[in-house]
């Protein structure tokens, strides 16, 4: 019996998927991907809760295929790195789109939480 297709690949995130998170304990890393607004930060909290549990200091997350449709998404990114500041932990940000990287750097938040191998975009 054959198998079913497979569907393609997207090359873009789906911007109405649900939040999604993946975590890699050892190597520090998190991958999110799919909508973050204000239904769906509570996975972001829960996420964080549980990284706060482990010996790890330095998170990574890529946002690569991440959409932050709304002011409440936003929060939640600057609530996650505040609650790691004060773990004693460090959250870094790749992948980030022009737009929220803009955002970010608007907020202040940009040069704490950025990749430092990307340059903050200039004010226009």
Known sequence: MPLPPTPPARS??????PLSVEVD????HLRAAGRLDSR???TLHT??????????????????ALTVTDHTGL???GAAYRRMLRHGRRLTIRG?????????VRLRLGRHVL????????RA
Do not use: C, K, M
């Open 12 to 17: 873009v995130p789906d911007p109405r998927a």
């Open 75 to 77: 929060r939640a990114i």
């Open 47 to 64: 996420v964080v809760s549980g990284l706060l549990l482990s010996e790890q200091r330095h998170w990574v997350l890529d946002v690569t």
């Open 25 to 28: 304990v050892a190597g520090g």
């Open 115 to 122: 990749d430092d191998d990307h340059p903050a975009p200039v």
């Open 96 to 104: 980030a789109s022009p737009d929220l990287e803009r955002v970010l």
């Open 40 to 42: 769906s930060i509570r």
